[in-house]
Nanobody, 120 residues
Framework: QVQLVESGGGLVQAGGSLRLSCAASGSIFSINPMGWYRQAPGNQREMVATIFSSSTNYADSVKGRFTVSRDNAKNTVYLQMNSLKPEDTAVYYC???????????????WGRGTQVTVSS
């Protein structure tokens, strides 16, 4: 099996920064893509940022403020969040497309989420 474990959430004032991490473990041949999604109360889960090899994609609402990166040796994806706004408050989930073997199809896994709260 594959597990994703997020860390780094918390409470921060508007304008502050947080860095989220997500480490994948288990039977892994390759991981692509990796990414971050978020869900605020009453809202649908939305894509925040994804990274496929070295190619990145961001939601318009976070462009210029958030940066997604990965460490392939550690099977870890990061989300550096700067200039945080109250509207960034949500549970942030890590997602990864994993091939467990070279001949396997890609399966998508999710972490349990980490709370990010931005106070005004």
């Amino acid at each position: 099996q594959v597990q994703l474990v997020e860390s780094g959430g918390g409470l921060v004032q508007a304008g502050g920064s947080l860095r989220l991490s997500c480490a994948a473990s288990g039977s892994i041949f390759s991981i692509n893509p990796m990414g971050w999604y978020r869900q605020a109360p009453g809202n649908q889960r939305e894509m925040v940022a994804t990274i496929f090899s070295s190619s990145t994609n961001y939601a318009d609402s976070v462009k210029g403020r958030f940066t997604v990166s990965r460490d392939n040796a550690k099977n870890t994806v990061y989300l550096q969040m700067n200039s945080l706004k109250p509207e960034d408050t949500a549970v942030y989930y890590c997602s990864a497309g994993v091939k467990r073997y070279s001949f396997d199809k890609i399966e998508y896994y999710w972490g349990r989420g980490t709370q990010v709260t931005v106070s005004s």
